[in-house]
């Protein structure tokens, strides 16, 4: 390791995610007025603007949208991960999140792979979400 | 029609430092260098000036930089920004200040721009500092560069649409050949194909030489109302048009990778002007990859969506073809200091409208589009300039 890494600022609109995560649950923001699905985390619906907003759990399965594999690091503290890979996932409920990849080499990635969350404890408070493949897993268009 | 600036405003001064490693100086300087040789060249004494807009600098601590660049220049404006939408501050700038001299905000208005990326801080402060432009909770703990949020539209393009490294690669090559005939440009070593994707890998599918510059430089503008601009000695050169879109900030909100704001950026630019397209005789495209020219050559309407790659690789973007695009090689080849990038663009289609670029001029050009756009597609503004009132 290289220093250390930009680790979430926490944040009311966020703690959920965050803490959600670190138990091992991907939480996703519903809106009990309009129905919108939402990534990322906010006190508001970012369709209607209500404030009725329900956490619940996702199943933590999406395709690649799209991904790059990072050869160059940003900064020093990710010299130790190149080439890593990543990668935009579609969830299956709708939303896409950033994340980056394990356990698939570089080459192997394709657009609309079947991914799975992973939940990666990099310190004793902040789980980041990463994915791998999904077991049995089939390529959709 | 519905009230505009079409034709209200020109561009009247045009000036530039030079670019490229120029050690030694401040960002401040390269603003004020750049104004000092604008107004030089309108003919415009500085206590003419009542409005200054400028972008923000990476190097400079400023938190007012248009009002550090009017103090450095001895000028009390009173309209003055600071524009903060990344790469689309360029385009977005000159129609911030059309709409201020039409409004009667100001009377003439100095917009320039100047960082020192290259000199005034380290390759890896310089990429610190981008990488640290991500959202701190859900982008940059994944190590997210800048070039990969680019990169992430690229390879979306290729899968939804075919588009080939060899097509991303050819307009670097064409922006090489460009600045080649650009004095003063960056880079002028030609290149081919086959070396764009033998240098090294950056980020899939961006090689070392599908990703722009790190440079030096500044450049700046004088505008004045259309009328005022017939007493000056230059050529003046007419706002027709301005457009601008921002979809998303973050890259996992854009509703789509491949089709962009640049469509309705430049859809509005179109309007204002009263022009299509295929009116343009001449471009400047933000290409701070080679992947976002393949794109907005299709949202800009220069082509069919999808038909970026081949479009490019039949020589399109090029002289003899049917748009000639960064004729003074781009941010890939001429120089990219940061958020002064951009205006460079604007500088050279202002050069072809006027007649003045010597050795690379587009033979009788009188109406140009400029579109700059930043963060991932993030921000997206149009310009469209001509040479008459009524495009
Ligand atoms: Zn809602």
């Known amino acids: 390791m290289s220093g250390a890494k930009p680790l979430p600022p926490v944040d009311d609109d966020t703690r959920a995610w965050w803490e959600g995560l670190h138990r091992g649950v991907l939480l996703l923001q519903h809106c009990r007025a309009c129905g919108s699905v939402q990534v990322y985390q906010r006190a508001m619906c970012g369709c209607c603007l209500g404030g009725d907003l329900e956490h619940r759990e996702a199943s933590g399965e999406g395709t690649i949208y799209s991904f790059s594999t990072v050869y160059r690091p940003p900064s020093a503290e990710f010299k130790d991960d190149v080439p890593y890979t990543v990668v935009l996932v579609e969830l299956s409920e709708g939303p896409r999140m950033l994340s980056t990849l394990v356990d698939m ?24 979400p990463r994915f791998r493949p999904l077991a049995s897993s089939a390529t959709t268009p | 029609m519905a009230r505009s600036l079409s034709g209200e405003v020109a561009i009247v001064g045009v000036g530039e430092t030079p670019v490229g490693k120029v050690p030694g100086k401040s960002a401040l300087w390269f603003n004020a260098e750049a104004t000092r040789v604008a107004l030089r060249d309108a003919g415009l004494d500085k206590s003419q000036v009542d409005g200054l807009l400028t972008g923000t600098s990476f190097v400079a601590p ?48 100095v917009v320039c721009c100047g960082d020192n990326m290259l ?164 471009a400047g495209i933000y290409d701070c990859f080679t992947g976002t020219v393949v794109t907005m050559v299709e949202d800009l309407g220069f082509c069919a969506k999808g038909e970026g790659g081949p479009f490019v690789a039949a020589g399109e973007i090029t ?11 781009g941010l890939l080849s001429y120089a990219h200091p940061g958020i002064p990038g951009g205006f460079f663009h604007i500088a050279e289609v202002v050069r072809q409208l006027r007649g003045e670029a010597h050795g690379r001029q587009v033979a009788g050009a009188r109406l140009g589009l400029v579109h700059s756009l930043g963060g991932g597609f993030a921000t997206n503004a149009t310009i469209v300039l001509g040479t008459e009132r009524n495009g």
């Open chain 1, 105 to 128: 080499a570089p080459d192997a990635v394709r657009i609309g792979q079947r991914v799975q969350i992973v939940y990666d404890r990099v310190t004793e408070a902040i789980t980041l």
């Open chain 2, 62 to 109: 400023f938190h007012r930089m248009s009002v550090a660049v009017s103090e450095y220049l001895g000028i009390q404006p009173t309209f003055s920004n600071t524009l903060e939408v990344s790469g689309a501050t360029a385009a977005a700038s000159i129609g911030l200040a059309a709409a201020a001299i039409h409004s009667g905000l100001a009377e003439a208005v």
């Open chain 2, 119 to 282: 000199s005034g801080m380290t390759r890896d402060r310089a990429v610190q500092a981008l990488v640290s432009s991500r959202d701190p909770q859900y982008e940059a703990p994944f190590g997210l560069l800048v070039p990969t949020t680019f990169a992430l539209t690229a390879q979306r393009h290729m899968h939804e649409y075919g588009t080939t490294p060899e097509q991303l690669a050819q307009v670097a090559v064409t922006m090489r050949e460009h600045a080649r005939r650009a004095p003063g440009a960056q880079m002028t070593a030609p290149i081919t194909v086959a070396d764009v994707l033998a240098s090294k890998m950056v980020t899939t599918p961006y090689h070392v030489l599908d990703c722009s510059l790190v440079s030096d430089g500044g450049v700046a503008f004088v505008l004045t109302s259309a009328e005022r601009a017939r007493d000056f000695r230059t050529k003046p050169v007419y706002v027709l048009g301005a457009g601008e879109s921002y979809s998303q900030e973050h890259i996992f909100c854009a509703e789509s990778l491949t089709t962009t704001g640049a469509r309705i950026s430049s859809e509005r630019a179109y309007r204002m002007a009263g022009l299509r397209p295929a009116d343009m005789d001449v």
């Open chain 2, 319 to 329: 002289f003899g073809g049917r748009i000639p695009t960064n004729t003074h090689g």
